[in-house]
Protein backbone atom coordinates (compact mmCIF):
# COMPACT_ATOMS: atom_id res chain seq x y z
CA UNK A 1 0.00 0.00 0.00
CA UNK A 2 1.65 3.16 -0.78
CA UNK A 3 1.92 6.32 1.58
CA UNK A 4 -1.20 8.10 -0.31
CA UNK A 5 -3.57 5.62 0.39
CA UNK A 6 -2.87 4.83 3.45
CA UNK A 7 -3.85 8.96 4.30
CA UNK A 8 -6.35 8.51 2.07
CA UNK A 9 -7.86 5.87 4.34
CA UNK A 10 -6.82 8.20 7.57
CA UNK A 11 -9.10 10.72 6.16
CA UNK A 12 -12.05 8.66 5.68
CA UNK A 13 -11.31 7.62 9.29
CA UNK A 14 -11.31 11.41 10.12
CA UNK A 15 -14.75 12.24 8.64
CA UNK A 16 -16.02 8.90 10.26
CA UNK A 17 -15.22 9.68 14.07
CA UNK A 18 -16.30 13.72 13.13
CA UNK A 19 -19.51 12.12 11.41
CA UNK A 20 -20.09 9.87 14.78
CA UNK A 21 -19.30 12.84 17.25
CA UNK A 22 -21.52 15.08 15.58
CA UNK A 23 -24.53 12.52 15.64
CA UNK A 24 -24.60 12.25 18.84
CA UNK A 25 -23.93 15.80 19.68
CA UNK A 26 -27.21 16.61 18.20
CA UNK A 27 -28.68 13.00 19.74
CA UNK A 28 -27.77 15.56 23.16
CA UNK A 29 -29.35 18.62 21.92
CA UNK A 30 -32.31 17.80 20.30
CA UNK A 31 -34.74 20.88 20.72
CA UNK A 32 -31.44 23.09 20.41
CA UNK A 33 -31.74 25.61 17.37
CA UNK A 34 -28.22 26.52 17.65
CA UNK A 35 -25.26 24.42 15.58
CA UNK A 36 -23.18 22.17 16.53
CA UNK A 37 -20.20 23.90 15.36
CA UNK A 38 -20.30 27.63 15.24
CA UNK A 39 -17.30 29.97 14.29
CA UNK A 40 -16.36 30.30 17.71
CA UNK A 41 -16.35 26.57 18.49
CA UNK A 42 -13.84 26.27 15.30
CA UNK A 43 -11.70 29.25 15.92
CA UNK A 44 -11.32 27.71 19.50
CA UNK A 45 -10.57 24.50 18.12
CA UNK A 46 -7.56 25.68 16.22
CA UNK A 47 -6.07 27.77 19.22
CA UNK A 48 -6.50 24.54 21.24
CA UNK A 49 -4.78 22.69 18.23
CA UNK A 50 -1.59 24.67 18.33
CA UNK A 51 -1.61 24.31 22.18
CA UNK A 52 -1.70 20.53 22.04
CA UNK A 53 0.66 20.80 19.03
CA UNK A 54 3.64 22.20 21.14
CA UNK A 55 2.64 19.86 23.62
CA UNK A 56 3.28 17.10 21.09
CA UNK A 57 7.07 18.04 20.49
CA UNK A 58 7.48 17.15 24.56
CA UNK A 59 7.17 13.35 24.22
CA UNK A 60 8.95 10.73 26.51
CA UNK A 61 10.08 6.97 25.86
CA UNK A 62 8.57 4.63 27.99
CA UNK A 63 10.89 2.10 29.54
CA UNK A 64 8.87 -0.99 28.89
CA UNK A 65 8.08 -0.21 25.00
CA UNK A 66 10.28 0.56 21.84
CA UNK A 67 11.64 3.97 21.21
CA UNK A 68 8.82 4.87 18.56
CA UNK A 69 6.27 4.41 21.20
CA UNK A 70 6.47 7.83 23.55
CA UNK A 71 4.52 8.82 26.09
CA UNK A 72 3.02 13.20 25.98
CA UNK A 73 0.30 15.02 27.65
CA UNK A 74 -1.34 16.50 24.60
CA UNK A 75 -4.39 15.25 24.63
CA UNK A 76 -5.04 17.58 27.34
CA UNK A 77 -6.01 20.57 25.75
CA UNK A 78 -8.46 18.05 23.22
CA UNK A 79 -10.08 16.89 26.21
CA UNK A 80 -10.69 20.03 27.75
CA UNK A 81 -11.74 21.63 24.92
CA UNK A 82 -14.31 18.91 24.36
CA UNK A 83 -15.91 19.24 27.48
CA UNK A 84 -16.12 22.91 26.79
CA UNK A 85 -17.46 22.73 23.36
CA UNK A 86 -18.12 18.92 22.20
CA UNK A 87 -16.39 15.83 21.11
CA UNK A 88 -16.93 17.13 16.86
CA UNK A 89 -14.81 20.31 18.32
CA UNK A 90 -12.40 18.07 20.09
CA UNK A 91 -11.99 15.56 17.05
CA UNK A 92 -11.32 18.89 15.12
CA UNK A 93 -8.80 20.32 17.58
CA UNK A 94 -7.12 16.08 17.16
CA UNK A 95 -6.44 16.30 13.83
CA UNK A 96 -5.05 20.18 13.97
CA UNK A 97 -2.92 19.16 16.12
CA UNK A 98 -1.51 16.80 14.02
CA UNK A 99 -1.30 19.07 11.34
CA UNK A 100 0.28 21.47 13.12
CA UNK A 101 3.29 18.59 14.30
CA UNK A 102 3.57 17.87 10.80
CA UNK A 103 4.30 21.18 9.49
CA UNK A 104 6.84 21.96 12.19
CA UNK A 105 8.43 18.69 12.64
CA UNK A 106 7.32 16.39 9.36
CA UNK A 107 7.47 12.62 10.03
CA UNK A 108 9.68 10.04 10.76
CA UNK A 109 7.04 7.29 10.62
CA UNK A 110 5.92 7.51 6.99
CA UNK A 111 2.60 8.50 8.68
CA UNK A 112 1.83 6.12 10.51
CA UNK A 113 3.10 7.35 13.95
CA UNK A 114 0.67 10.40 13.66
CA UNK A 115 -2.22 8.62 11.98
CA UNK A 116 -2.14 6.35 15.26
CA UNK A 117 -1.66 9.48 17.32
CA UNK A 118 -4.88 10.79 15.84
CA UNK A 119 -7.29 7.77 16.20
CA UNK A 120 -6.43 6.06 19.49
CA UNK A 121 -6.26 9.84 20.79
CA UNK A 122 -10.36 10.13 19.35
CA UNK A 123 -11.04 7.32 20.89
CA UNK A 124 -10.25 8.62 24.08
CA UNK A 125 -11.53 12.10 23.39
CA UNK A 126 -14.97 11.33 21.57
CA UNK A 127 -16.73 8.86 24.41
CA UNK A 128 -15.28 10.94 27.21
CA UNK A 129 -16.23 14.16 25.55
CA UNK A 130 -20.15 12.56 25.13
CA UNK A 131 -20.77 11.32 27.99
CA UNK A 132 -19.90 14.80 29.52
CA UNK A 133 -22.14 16.50 27.16
CA UNK A 134 -25.08 14.23 29.20
CA UNK A 135 -23.46 14.85 32.63
CA UNK A 136 -22.21 17.82 33.16
CA UNK A 137 -20.95 17.07 36.80
CA UNK A 138 -16.90 16.23 37.58
CA UNK A 139 -18.62 12.82 38.14
CA UNK A 140 -19.65 12.81 34.73
CA UNK A 141 -16.02 14.70 33.60
CA UNK A 142 -14.40 11.23 35.74
CA UNK A 143 -16.47 8.86 34.39
CA UNK A 144 -16.36 10.17 30.48
CA UNK A 145 -13.08 9.99 30.99
CA UNK A 146 -12.51 6.34 32.64
CA UNK A 147 -15.14 5.13 29.51
CA UNK A 148 -12.33 7.03 27.35
CA UNK A 149 -9.33 5.43 28.84
CA UNK A 150 -11.07 1.76 28.56
CA UNK A 151 -12.28 2.24 25.03
CA UNK A 152 -8.75 3.48 23.77
CA UNK A 153 -7.00 0.72 25.17
CA UNK A 154 -9.10 -1.47 23.49
CA UNK A 155 -9.95 -0.08 20.47
CA UNK A 156 -6.20 0.98 20.18
CA UNK A 157 -4.81 -2.56 20.99
CA UNK A 158 -6.80 -3.86 18.01
CA UNK A 159 -5.95 -1.08 15.74
CA UNK A 160 -2.23 -1.44 16.46
CA UNK A 161 -2.59 -5.60 15.84
CA UNK A 162 -4.55 -5.72 13.05
CA UNK A 163 -4.09 -2.43 11.10
CA UNK A 164 -1.15 0.13 12.34
CA UNK A 165 1.82 -1.96 13.03
CA UNK A 166 0.77 -4.00 9.58
CA UNK A 167 0.64 -0.82 7.75
CA UNK A 168 4.37 0.87 9.60
CA UNK A 169 6.32 -2.72 8.72
CA UNK A 170 4.70 -1.95 4.87
CA UNK A 171 5.26 1.53 4.21
CA UNK A 172 8.26 1.84 6.07
CA UNK A 173 10.10 -1.37 4.66
CA UNK A 174 10.70 -2.92 7.86
CA UNK A 175 9.08 -7.19 8.38
CA UNK A 176 6.84 -7.13 11.76
CA UNK A 177 9.42 -9.71 13.08
CA UNK A 178 12.09 -7.05 13.46
CA UNK A 179 9.62 -5.06 15.59
CA UNK A 180 8.90 -7.57 17.62
CA UNK A 181 12.27 -8.23 18.05
CA UNK A 182 12.63 -4.42 19.37
CA UNK A 183 10.34 -5.10 21.64
CA UNK A 184 11.99 -8.37 22.49
CA UNK A 185 14.94 -6.51 23.77
CA UNK A 186 13.30 -4.68 26.01
CA UNK A 187 10.32 -7.61 27.75
CA UNK A 188 11.43 -11.46 26.87
CA UNK A 189 7.94 -12.19 27.44
CA UNK A 190 7.11 -10.42 24.04
CA UNK A 191 7.32 -12.99 21.18
CA UNK A 192 4.76 -11.65 18.64
CA UNK A 193 2.27 -8.68 17.64
CA UNK A 194 0.08 -9.69 20.21
CA UNK A 195 2.07 -10.02 23.01
CA UNK A 196 4.04 -6.96 22.00
CA UNK A 197 0.89 -4.68 21.95
CA UNK A 198 -0.18 -7.00 25.62
CA UNK A 199 3.36 -5.85 26.60
CA UNK A 200 3.95 -2.43 25.23
CA UNK A 201 0.60 -0.49 24.07
CA UNK A 202 -1.91 -1.65 26.62
CA UNK A 203 0.06 -0.14 29.46
CA UNK A 204 0.96 3.23 27.57
CA UNK A 205 -2.86 3.73 26.64
CA UNK A 206 -3.67 2.89 30.33
CA UNK A 207 -1.07 5.54 31.53
CA UNK A 208 -1.71 7.77 29.05
CA UNK A 209 -5.56 7.88 29.69
CA UNK A 210 -5.20 8.27 33.14
CA UNK A 211 -3.13 10.79 33.11
CA UNK A 212 -4.56 12.98 30.44
CA UNK A 213 -7.18 12.35 32.42
CA UNK A 214 -6.19 13.45 35.64
CA UNK A 215 -4.80 16.84 34.33
CA UNK A 216 -7.89 17.65 32.26
CA UNK A 217 -10.55 16.96 35.54
CA UNK A 218 -8.15 18.95 37.51
CA UNK A 219 -7.93 21.78 35.10
CA UNK A 220 -11.26 22.43 33.25
CA UNK A 221 -13.29 23.61 36.37
CA UNK A 222 -11.11 26.28 36.51
CA UNK A 223 -10.53 27.33 33.05
CA UNK A 224 -14.85 26.64 32.08
CA UNK A 225 -15.69 29.95 33.14
CA UNK A 226 -13.14 31.66 30.82
CA UNK A 227 -13.76 29.18 27.93
CA UNK A 228 -17.81 30.49 28.18
CA UNK A 229 -17.24 33.86 28.79
CA UNK A 230 -19.10 33.50 32.19
Do not use: H, W
Amino acid sequence: MSVVQFILEMIVMAAVLTGAALFVERAARRGEKRPVLTTKTVVMAGLFSAISGVLMFFDIPVAFAPSFYKLDISEVPVLILSFAYGSAAGVLCQLGKILIKLLLKGTTSAFVGEAANFVIGCFLVVPAGAVYLFQKTKKGAILGCVLGTILMTILGSLINVFYLLPMFSEIYGMPLQKIVEMGQLINPSIRNVGTLVLFCVVPLNLIKGALDSAITVLLYKRLSPMLKNK
